[in-house]
């Protein structure tokens, strides 16, 4: 059992409210179960109990046994003497207050529903796919799209925390934030880190003052990357110059290039290698440097979805590394690439813009960017196309990923729409699964208290 079992049992009020008392047998009246806290500090605040007919008015702290508050060190932690009540589902030891008072306990074995303490069971032991893989179809309609569209919301809402706090490494530099959130994403999950190192390498300031130059903005790239090869007897012409330029711009602007072991080339397809994907940021920087201005000013997705739509210098028209040439080609960003950096990218620099002006219309655009492009595809995806939840656009592939990453893969059923609707249904073994095993069973009663 996880003490987010007992969060779930307090919030939704299931179990047996019926001549309540305290461990040492002190009768209790819950005139409020508080508001849950997902921050630090006690687990529900302003609650109201009334004790052995004295009324109290403060925090509520829940562990699975009683000994988990000094195991978690509240005893000294401030933030945890206005505990009024202690809920456990056993009291394995008493717990006392710094000024040696002994803190009210509830203890909730015995009281909770064999019900959901079966169901819960099951999913917190379910070895299929995810927890519920036995009960998904049971969850209706509306429940779960409602769900769904939280945790789009959610995921978006992450990622734009995330981009803020870029923002306040880059000194509150939109651009640069961009510039670099842009570069990561060009590196796909192979050299996404590499992709990172280089765009912070060389500050998008120092690159912009070369705009005018594609050659020199490659030689910038490539030299801080690595990955211009050692001189050869005979090399290609474009190789020697971006060297020189290289060499002339490191001095200018100081610079010192990443190692070369930083980079990936092992299953990726030759259009994804780190040498065309440098080579095509370099371009889009030659095209116009100022990227998130441009995103900003974009009607739609298929706007912005053109703002990457680059042609590459000659050199990389028929090589995808150094010195090899092959066909030539356009080595053009895919469609699904460029989706990709409007759904993970683009839509989270503008929740955080929106937030930070408080203005809601670019909030509301970057939902609609999720809401107007095709579902992602992947693996995942699949998975959950196959239990019947096939997403219908890429705010939906987002609300899934969300799900089974932070949710499934984590077992907090107890936090989620789809789970907590599981746990509020009576138990049926038919329904959920095959019967328990004898030792299953000894389980389950032994959570129960028999």
């Not at 988990?68 to 717990?95: F, K, Q, S």
């Not at 409602?146 to 919301?153: A, E, I, K, P, V």
């Not at 594609?214 to 790239?221: D, G, S």
């Not at 609609?368 to 693996?379: F, K, M, R, V, Y």
Request: aromatic residues 10%; charged residues 25%; neutral net charge.
């Amino acid at each position: 059992m996880r003490e987010d079992f007992i969060h779930f049992i307090w919030r939704q009020v299931r179990f047996d409210l019926r001549s309540l008392t305290t461990t040492t047998g002190d009768t209790i009246s819950i005139q409020d179960f508080g508001q849950h806290n997902t921050n630090a500090g006690p687990d529900f605040s302003g609650g109201q109990v009334r004790i052995a007919g004295f009324q109290w008015a403060g925090n509520i702290e829940m562990h699975v046994n009683a000994g988990d508050w000094y195991a978690h060190g509240h005893e000294t932690d401030p933030a945890y003497e206005n505990v009024i009540l202690h809920v456990v589902y056993e009291e394995d030891r008493p717990v006392y207050r710094s000024d040696g008072g002994r803190i009210p306990c509830l203890e909730l074995k015995g009281r909770i529903p064999k019900d959901i303490i079966k169901t819960y069971w099951r999913l917190q032991n379910n070895k299929d796919w995810i927890p519920c893989n036995n009960q998904l179809h049971l969850v209706d309609e509306p429940s779960r799209r409602d769900w769904l569209d939280q945790l789009s919301r959610q995921r978006l809402n992450n990622r734009s925390r995330r981009f803020s706090t870029r923002m306040e490494h880059t000194h509150r530099d939109w651009e640069e934030a961009f510039y670099q959130s842009l570069a990561r994403a060009l590196g796909g999950r192979v050299n996404a880190d590499a992709m990172d190192m280089l765009a912070r390498s060389i500050p998008l300031r120092s690159m912009l003052k070369h705009k005018h130059s594609l050659l020199q903005l490659e030689a910038l790239l490539f030299g801080q990357s690595g990955l211009i090869p050692s001189f050869e007897e005979g090399e290609e012409a474009y190789v020697t110059l971006l060297r020189r330029e290289y060499q002339l711009l490191r001095v200018k602007h100081g610079l010192r290039p990443l190692p070369i072991a930083a980079w990936r080339y092992l299953r990726l397809r030759p259009n994804n290698f780190p040498t065309i994907r440098i080579a095509q940021l370099a371009s889009m920087l030659h095209r116009t440097g100022q990227l998130f201005g441009k995103a900003l000013a974009a009607a739609d997705a298929k706007e912005l979805q053109n703002m990457f739509e680059v042609k590459l210098s000659n050199y990389w028209r028929t090589h995808y590394r150094f010195g090899k040439e092959v066909k030539a080609g356009e080595r053009r960003l895919g469609v699904s690439s460029i989706r990709s950096i409007l759904i993970n990218t683009i839509a989270p620099a503008l929740v955080a813009y929106a937030d930070q002006r408080g203005d809601d219309r670019f909030r509301d655009r970057a939902v609609d960017i999720l809401q107007s492009l095709p579902a992602e595809d992947n693996a995942v995806l699949r998975r959950w196309s196959k239990l019947g939840y096939a997403a219908e656009n890429a705010a939906d592939s987002q609300a899934l990923l969300e799900l089974k990453t932070n949710y499934c893969d984590a077992a907090r059923c107890t936090d989620c729409a789809i789970g907590c609707q599981l746990l509020s249904r009576p138990y049926n073994a038919e329904e959920e699964g095959p019967l328990l095993t004898l030792n299953e069973e000894a389980s389950v009663y032994s959570l129960m208290g028999c």
